[in-house]
Nanobody, 117 residues
Framework: VQLVESGGGLVQAGGSLRLSCAAS????????MGWYRQAPGKQRELVAR???????NYADSVKGRFTISRDNAKNTGYLQMNSLKPEDTAVYYC????????????WGQGTQVTVSS
């Protein structure tokens, strides 16, 4: 199983980016998918998470600005990021949880998001 992220880059404060996470390999389905981020010198933190049924939860710092979604037919998750702030600058990682028989989760390689002031 491989998770490949795309969509990161450099954007000015107030701008938008859309991250994608495509899962490939041998599996039946994906349970929850999530986006995490890690800024320099800080711990990795949860940004947003979505279950297979579409229930979502967000970090307080991104509520109202970020939207997580998924396309189960394409095994792809998305993170729409609007009204970006310099403090959103980080490496963003995709995480996907797989049920039996894999019974584990996988991480993407990360994509850099830089927001300039």
């Amino acid at each position: 199983v491989q998770l490949v992220e795309s969509g990161g880059g450099l954007v000015q404060a107030g701008g938008s980016l859309r991250l994608s996470c495509a899962a490939s390999g041998t599996f039946f389905r994906i349970n929850a998918m999530g986006w995490y981020r890690q800024a320099p010198g800080k711990q990795r933190e949860l940004v947003a998470r979505i279950t297979s049924g579409g229930s979502t939860n967000y970090a307080d710092s991104v509520k109202g600005r970020f939207t997580i979604s998924r396309d189960n037919a394409k095994n792809t998750g998305y993170l729409q990021m609007n009204s970006l702030k310099p403090e959103d600058t980080a490496v963003y990682y995709c995480n996907a949880d797989f049920p039996w028989p894999l019974s584990t989760d996988y991480w993407g390689q990360g994509t850099q998001v830089t927001v300039s002031s």
